[in-house]
């Protein structure tokens, strides 16, 4: 069994459903129609939630949650905390109507459907996985390094580990008839079309290696014991573990299974390495997601003198467990060891604290480093990129000191 996933406690196996053995299995719900997207509220597009100035920055469609607000929360991250990346509006999904369709020339016959009680009554097995926008940190190419990127401003907030509970993606396939001629996969959104400098480029879409989708995929239907809110894909998502967030497609409508390379604009345009150095047409699709950190502190901090602080922060890896995080006031000449504390999963992050004792009043800038068991080690600098992906270095975190 794959280490990620754990069969739910409250699993009543096959052609069972868990009403039947008094369980609390999502209902099924019929909201609204189709793929009505919400009103346009508070001035805040198609984001369903609230969202407190303390809690999130909101940038367009989408909102960055502040690290200061998971001060003193527990390992996950609640539902109402959870960051928002929309590429056009929440949907809302009839989930008694819709169905999730697999077809293609990888399947031994014609579309397979699977209704969203058909989910319910699957072997349910569940994960505990951050899911990150490729995006993450993307301001810090601008900030820390001096380097012109274009798209959403992140600093660090696009980020957020869950519980996600459903059925794997490779017992969806065994079902559907996959043949060992499949090669690709391409999960779609039911999310509004995507237009970008006035081309459409249709529903969120993109490829996925037959290869990952058998090892730990998971189509999710909750979110932390409960089912999915509409802003966070509601009835059913793509969970693609260590992956950047664009994999874990939202409002999951259907998937093509391919005896072909796929290939889609968020493959072949977006979310992928564009600049100096690199292939006209790009580097290959972004995948596995680097070594991050942050503190769970406001920006800037502002924190008193002459005394002893406890600050907290969180480091993950798409490559596997940290193992180590260690933290500076000097701007990386000198580095000591925080204390790494709680729960540890494979595609989750790590919690730590560090006692800080600032050396003056003033302003100073904390830096965190995390490292993983691959060996990766987060980098004084990122590789440089005009579309601002992949932000792993070192953050220096501004701190004032009265």
């Known amino acids: 069994m794959n280490p990620l996933f754990t069969p739910a406690k409250d699993d009543p196996g096959p052609g069972r459903t868990a009403a039947a053995e008094g369980g609390t299995r999502p209902r099924v719900t019929t909201t609204t129609d189709g793929t009505t997207p919400l009103p346009v509220a508070g001035g805040r597009p198609g984001i369903r939630k609230s969202l407190p100035p303390g809690t999130f920055a909101v940038h367009g ?18 539902e109402h905390l959870f960051f928002v990346r929309n590429h056009t509006t929440t949907p809302l999904i009839d989930a008694a109507t819709r169905r999730l369709t697999l077809w293609g020339t990888g399947l031994r016959a014609g579309p397979v459907a699977f209704t969203y009680r058909d989910l319910l009554e699957m072997p349910a097995e569940t994960a505990t996985a951050f899911i990150e926008c490729a995006g993450n940190g ?180 798409g490559n596997g467990q940290v193992v180590r995080v260690d933290v500076s006031d000097d701007e990386g000449v000198s580095w000591r060891p925080a204390r790494l504390h709680g729960e540890r999963h494979p595609s989750g992050w790590v919690r730590w604290t560090f006692a800080w004792t600032p050396p003056s009043a003033g302003n100073h800038r904390l830096l965190a480093r995390a490292a993983d068991e691959t060996g990766a080690v987060q980098p004084v600098r990122a590789a440089y990129n005009a579309l601002g992906y992949g932000f792993d270095a070192v953050a220096r975190h501004p701190v004032v000191v009265a």
């Open 138 to 317: 993307r301001r810090f190419y601008g900030e820390q390094q001096n380097q012109k990127v274009s798209g959403t401003r992140w600093r660090l907030g696009a980020v957020g580990v869950a519980c996600w509970r459903g059925v794997r993606l490779a017992a969806l396939l065994e079902r559907a008839g996959m043949t060992a001629a499949a090669v690709a996969l391409m999960p779609r959104g039911l999310d509004a079309e995507y237009v970008e400098g006035g081309e459409n480029l249709g529903r969120v879409r993109r490829p996925l290696p037959v290869a990952k989708a058998l090892d730990d995929v998971l189509v999710a239907y909750e979110m932390n014991g409960r089912p999915l809110p509409p802003d966070h894909g509601h009835p059913a998502r793509l969970v693609v573990p260590g992956w950047v967030g664009v994999a874990s497609i939202k409002w999951l409508g259907d998937i093509e299974v391919s005896a072909e390379p796929l290939e889609s604009p968020w493959s072949t345009r977006l979310y992928r390495m564009h600049g100096p150095g690199l292939p006209p047409g790009g580097g290959p699709p972004l995948t596995r997601i680097g070594v991050k950190s942050a503190f769970e502190l406001t920006w800037p901090a502002r924190l008193e003198a002459g005394r002893e602080h406890l600050l907290h922060g969180r480091s993950w890896s």
């Open 61 to 78: 469609t989408n909102a960055e949650t502040r690290w200061e607000a998971l001060r003193g929360e527990d390992y996950l991250t609640p």
